[in-house]
């Protein structure tokens, strides 16, 4: 997958992305890595929202089954790494996500641990 992709990826499933102040032409231009960052840090502030974080889930899942290395490294380096500081985070997660991406997030916890 390209970058831009992987960028109109995330914008498709998790619209509101938008509204937390960048346009698709600027999230496009600074990267899939920024973009990803943005919505992982998002994504710690909402992880009490249980419906938000099962779409969360099936997505990562989506993303960690992909075989696609960019979107595997979107997964590990944005959204585990930021739930790996934040064991709330990390442990509601963990509990909805399938095997292979539950492998990669147990293997960035081990890597990271808590900030």
């Known amino acids: 997958m390209q970058p831009e992709e992987a960028v109109q990826l995330l914008l498709q499933r998790f619209p509101w992305l938008r509204e937390l102040g ?3 032409a600027e ?3 600074f990267g899939p890595y920024y973009a990803y960052g943005v919505f992982a840090r998002e994504a710690n502030r909402r992880a009490e929202d ?8 099936s ?7 992909s075989a696609d290395r960019l979107l595997e490294d979107l997964v590990v380096i944005e959204i ?3 739930a790996a500081g934040h064991s709330q ?5 963990k509990n909805k ?3 292979a991406a539950r492998r990669l997030l147990e293997r960035v ?6 900030w």
């Open 50 to 57: 249980s419906a938000f974080l099962q779409s969360l889930a």
């Open 89 to 93: 985070f990390s442990a509601s997660l």
């Open 27 to 29: 999230l496009i231009r």
């Open 59 to 65: 997505f990562v899942d989506e993303l960690a089954e």
């Open 97 to 99: 996500i399938g095997f």
């Open 22 to 24: 960048d346009s698709d």
């Open 80 to 82: 585990f790494e930021e």
């Open 109 to 114: 916890e081990k890597d990271c641990g808590p």
